[in-house]
């Protein structure tokens, strides 16, 4: 018993003196990274995945990526090339791909990115039959910083077999099409940001150059306040929000990509979140 007594009082004498010997935490250094985001705009194929081959650290993949799928930035490593590779992706065995298809590489690159600098991977393009091919892009974003009284908002146009369009824009109950913000874009062309007043309705319309026939006519995301725990959702509600609106393609039928998409639409992804209150 005085045995045990003494035992535990020397553990604690060698942990308060392991306390007193501790002069600090450990540092950790500040590593350089750019930011990635990816986006599935293939009318004419089975969900995919992105994934870095060359690095776990900082590396971020995307799994099952539907068309018109899209995920929001994420940081990657820099200082050397990195290597991405596209698959199709392995959850299509469960709708009946064979092993060798939920492996089958469909695009493969490497890319340098720049410290502090953001960039879109968008795959668009048709990958089984028709024009123009798939392909795989990297774009990188220069992304405004709108003041709390103003929405950025900008055009890109991935829609693959469709010519150039307009873009207009219209808040709340305005007619249609609206005001045109972005003028006979060519496919994979992007117009520079256009800066509104926040509205709790923001429809984006586009049209073949020249026409108002709607081809697609969308409500952007109106956004949400942020609360004690979370940061506010960008929107066109919210000013400091910086978004784009892309130009995406119906499904192309039978393929293995979502059947529910039988007319063109826009997809609306932000850029920049309004800063938190």
């Given at each position: ?31 350089p990274l750019a930011y990635v985001r990816y986006i599935n705009a293939i ?31 994420q940081a990657v490593s820099v200082g050397k090339p990195r290597h991405l ?19 089958t590489v469909v695009w493969d690159t490497t890319a340098t990115f720049t ?163």
């Amino acid at each position: 018993m005085i045995r045990h007594r003494l035992l535990t009082l020397a553990a604690v004498a060698v942990a308060v003196s392991a306390c007193n010997n501790d002069t600090g935490g450990t540092t950790t250094a500040v590593v350089p990274l750019a930011y990635v985001r990816y986006i599935n705009a293939i009318p004419d194929t089975v969900a995919v995945a992105f994934r870095f081959v060359d690095a776990l650290e900082n590396s971020p993949s995307f799994f099952n990526a539907n068309f018109r799928d899209f995920q929001t930035y994420q940081a990657v490593s820099v200082g050397k090339p990195r290597h991405l590779k596209v698959f199709l992706d392995p959850n299509c065995a469960a709708v009946g791909c064979s092993a060798a298809v939920s492996s089958t590489v469909v695009w493969d690159t490497t890319a340098t990115f720049t410290s502090n600098t953001y960039y879109t991977v968008i795959l668009t393009g048709f990958k089984k039959s028709g024009a123009p091919a798939f392909s795989g892009y990297i774009l990188t974003d220069n992304v405004p910083t709108p003041t709390t009284a103003q929405v950025a908002l900008r055009f890109f146009h991935a829609a693959a077999g469709i010519g150039n369009v307009d873009a207009y824009q219209r808040t709340g109950t305005a007619a249609a099409p609206g005001t045109i913000f972005a003028s006979n874009v060519p496919y994979l062309g992007s117009s520079a940001y256009s800066t509104l007043a926040p509205a709790a309705t923001l429809k984006v319309l586009v049209a073949l150059t020249g026409t108002t026939t709607a081809l697609a006519d969308v409500t952007a995301p109106a956004g949400a306040a942020g609360t004690t725990t979370t940061g506010p959702v960008g929107g066109s509600n919210f000013g400091g929000t910086a978004m784009t609106a892309i130009f995406v393609n119906r499904s192309s039928a039978a393929t293995g990509a979502p059947q529910a998409y039988t007319t063109p639409s826009v997809v609306f992804v932000v850029d920049r979140r309004p800063p938190t209150p």
